[in-house]
């Protein structure tokens, strides 16, 4: 590629970065202005975060245009990736939404789940607006490879992380009792939570959601450190043999290990305290607070521990995939 080629390149990446911060820029000073909250926490409104939102749209603008007329200048691509940062904690609990809304059930707010879908484009445009003059290599597609032994220990670590999770909830699916709680107790707490039509159907098979999904994360896990996940195998019929598209497991892979790895960790913190005595946890739909607690552990230990597992398989997923450098005709 050519330097006017990537001169082109790196305008074009920027002007959408730039139209997209404008728009949400306005996003965010509309619902500052109208006091229409974008997190909720407890089942009521954090406000003034429109102010924040809108602060990042006008830099995300600035900075991006000041890319379209400079280029992307090292002190540009600083400020582009520290946005990218801001864009990307807007953005997170994305994931949650999206699986609210596969089983046909509402969002806490529209408006919120709007400001992280803008966010995670955001996230993708300066990114892409930061790296867009980079020099692409001569390269050539590797080969399928296996993971370190460090990104399967985590691939294992992650799987055994979601055994408790899983079993907690398929005994509650099949009827069973835990945490002082009934398989139908929880079926009706489900029902009264506004739960889906999909979503108390399974439960009434015995095939809870989230196990479900659970099943397809250790899927993933996997994936990513496996020659399958790089190539289609035989299993998958009219695919078999194919290359496996790089970001058809990194997506899923970034946006998961960014929402659940936080999300468990923090939500471990919480517990740590609340088991100390710091703070006292609520016990919501459970008997007492000691079975809400339990539930807490078995739940944030499978998030924190299987986030963290998918960071590190997507990282060697990243860089077993990468295209490797052609070397050039005559040289040792």
Same mark, same amino acid.
């Given at each position: ?12 990446? #920027?002007? !959408?970065? /730039?139209?997209?911060? @404008?728009? &949400? +820029?306005?996003?965010? *000073?509309?619902? $500052?202005?109208? =006091? ?118 985590? #691939?294992? !670590?992650? /799987?055994?992380?979601? @055994?408790? &999770? +899983?079993?907690?909830? *398929?005994?509650? $699916?099949?009827? =069973? ?128 521990? &299987? ?6 398989? $997507? ?18």
């Amino acid at each position: 590629m050519t330097s006017d080629e990537r001169t082109t390149r790196t305008c074009r990446v #920027a002007r !959408a970065a /730039t139209v997209w911060a @404008v728009l &949400y +820029a306005v996003f965010g *000073l509309a619902c $500052a202005l109208s =006091g229409v909250s974008l997190l909720y926490h407890g089942g009521s409104g954090v406000p003034g975060l429109g102010w924040a939102v809108a602060a990042v749209g006008v830099a995300s603008a600035s900075v991006s245009a000041m890319v379209v007329l400079y280029g992307p200048r090292p002190a540009l691509r600083v400020l582009l990736w520290v946005l990218c940062v801001l864009a990307g904690i807007s953005a997170f609990s994305l994931l949650m939404d999206v699986i609210t809304l596969m089983f046909g059930q509402g969002v806490d707010s529209a408006v919120s789940a709007v400001n992280k879908a803008l966010a995670t484009i955001g996230v993708v445009l300066l990114a892409a607006t930061a790296r867009s003059d980079r020099q692409p290599a001569d390269t050539a597609v590797q080969g399928a490879s296996t993971g370190s032994w460090i990104a399967q220990g985590a #691939a294992w !670590a992650g /799987t055994l992380a979601f @055994v408790p &999770y +899983a079993a907690m909830k *398929l005994l509650w $699916a099949f009827g =069973g009792t835990f945490a002082g709680t009934t398989g139908e107790e929880m079926l009706a707490i489900s029902r009264r939570n506004g739960a889906s039509g999909i979503f108390l159907t399974l439960e009434s098979w015995g095939l809870d959601p989230t196990a479900l999904l659970a099943a397809l994360g250790v899927f993933l896990l996997w994936g990513l450190v496996r020659p399958w996940g790089q190539v289609f195998p035989r299993w998958t019929l009219f695919l078999r043999g194919r290359r496996v598209p790089r970001l058809l497991p990194l997506a899923p892979a970034l946006l998961g290990a960014a929402t659940l790895a936080p999300y468990g960790v923090l939500g471990i913190g919480y517990l740590v305290l609340a088991a100390c005595g710091v703070t006292t946890i609520r016990r919501g739909d459970f008997p007492s607070s000691g079975d809400a607690l339990l539930v807490g552990w078995i739940g944030m230990t499978a998030f924190a521990v &299987y986030g963290v597992a998918l960071a590190i398989t $997507a990282h060697s997923y990243w860089l077993r995939t990468r295209p490797a450098r052609r070397m050039p005709a005559g040289t040792a």
